[in-house]
C-alpha cells in the first residue's frame, strides 16, 4: 500500500510538472514548481482522506471526498494571486485555471484513478499549447493605444481621434479615459489594427490632432 501511494505522488509530480513547464515557458506568474508542487499536494490530501476513511470506516461518521472538496475550493487563493489587470487586459486567468485543473488531476491520482488523470493531464497540456495558437489568431491585430488630450477640448479631439482610426479601418473596441492633472486627460483606446497597418502608423496619424 505505501509504495502505491509513493507511486501516486511520483506520478503527480510528473503529470504536475508537464502542465507548469508549459507555464513556466510562457513565463507565467505560477510555473513548473507551483504547478507540480500542487498536484502532488492534492494527491496526498486524497491519500490522507482515503486511508483515513479505511481506518475509521465502521467507527464514525466519514466523508472521503470532503478533504478533497476544501482543496477545490481552497485553490482560489493561489488562483487569485496570479491574476493580474494590466490596462484593459487582465493577465492570469489561464494559470489560475491551469492551477485549478492541476489540483483536480491530483486528486484523481490520489483516488486512484490513473488512466484518467493522465488522459487529463494530456488534454490539458493539448489545450495550453495548441489552443494558445489558435487562440492567437482569433486575437491577432488587437493592441492598446494611449493618448494625452487636453482637458479644454476633450470631446472635439476624442471625436477627431476616432475619426482618424475610422479612416484608417481600426475597430475601437474600448475606450477609457483617466484624469492624469489638471490640464491633461488620458486616453485609453483598445484596437483591433487591421493587416498591412502597424500601431507606429496610427500613432502618427493621431500626432497629427
Not at 475610422?166 to 491633461?184: P, Y
Request: charged share 20%; proline share 1%; with cysteine.
Amino acid at each position: 500500500m505505501i509504495w502505491e501511494d509513493i507511486l501516486k505522488l511520483v506520478l503527480a509530480m510528473i503529470l504536475g510538472g508537464l502542465i507548469g513547464i508549459e507555464r513556466e515557458v510562457t513565463n507565467s506568474p505560477a510555473g513548473f514548481r507551483t504547478h507540480t508542487l500542487l498536484c502532488m499536494g492534492a494527491t496526498l490530501v486524497m491519500i490522507i482522506s482515503k486511508n483515513i476513511f479505511d481506518v475509521y470506516h465502521g467507527e464514525a461518521m466519514l466523508d472521503p471526498l470532503r478533504m478533497g472538496a476544501q482543496v477545490v475550493s481552497g485553490i482560489g487563493f493561489l488562483g487569485a494571486g496570479t491574476i493580474i489587470k494590466d490596462g484593459f487586459r487582465v493577465r492570469g486567468l489561464t494559470t489560475a485555471a491551469s492551477l485549478w485543473v492541476v489540483a483536480c488531476v491530483g486528486l484523481a491520482i490520489g483516488s486512484g484513478l490513473y488512466e484518467l488523470s493522465i488522459a487529463a493531464a494530456l488534454l490539458i497540456f493539448i489545450t495550453l499549447v495548441i489552443l494558445k495558437k489558435i487562440e492567437t489568431i482569433f486575437s491577432e491585430g488587437s493592441e492598446a493605444i494611449e493618448i494625452s488630450i487636453d482637458k479644454s477640448e476633450t470631446s472635439i479631439k476624442i471625436a477627431k481621434a476616432i475619426e482618424i482610426m475610422k479612416q484608417m479601418d481600426v475597430q475601437i473596441k474600448n475606450i477609457k479615459m483617466s484624469s492624469q492633472d489638471e490640464t491633461t486627460i488620458q486616453g485609453n483606446f483598445l484596437v483591433k489594427i487591421p493587416r498591412g497597418t502597424t500601431v507606429e502608423q496610427v500613432y502618427e496619424k493621431l500626432k497629427s490632432m
